[in-house]
Nanobody
């Protein structure tokens, strides 16, 4: 059973930065493709960014491109989401998700088998 644990959320002012971490246990991280999703109140969970098993291929949503960077350290079994130039509309609970895959990054949340509990990100003056 793969387990994922997010950390690094918090309150930040508009224009600020945060780095979220997703610690993976229960399986070797290099077997897992990892994605980040977010869910704001009264909205559906939406794709933010994803990375393939090796870290060589990434995918980002239109809202994340140019501001968010996803990366992974398979030795530390951790995936990161570095977020710059944060905006109030980025406020949401951020989740990481995993699926055993050697293919391309997955943008569809239904393709992921394991989810973390989420970490709150609030962007406010």
């Amino acid at each position: 059973q793969v387990q994922l644990q997010e950390s690094g959320g918090g309150l930040v002012q508009p224009g600020g930065s945060l780095r979220l971490s997703c610690a993976v246990s229960g399986n070797r991280l290099e077997y897992e493709a990892i994605g980040w999703f977010r869910q704001a109140p009264s909205k559906e969970r939406e794709f933010v960014a994803a990375i393939n098993w090796s870290g060589h291929i990434t995918s980002e949503s239109d809202s994340a491109k140019g501001r968010f960077t996803i990366s992974r350290d398979n030795v530390k079994s951790t995936v990161y989401l570095h977020m710059d130039n944060l905006k109030p509309e980025d406020t949401a609970v951020y989740y990481c998700a995993g699926t055993a895959s050697l293919g391309s990054p997955r943008q569809n949340r239904h393709e992921y088998d394991f989810w973390g509990q989420g970490t709150q990100v609030t962007v406010s003056p």
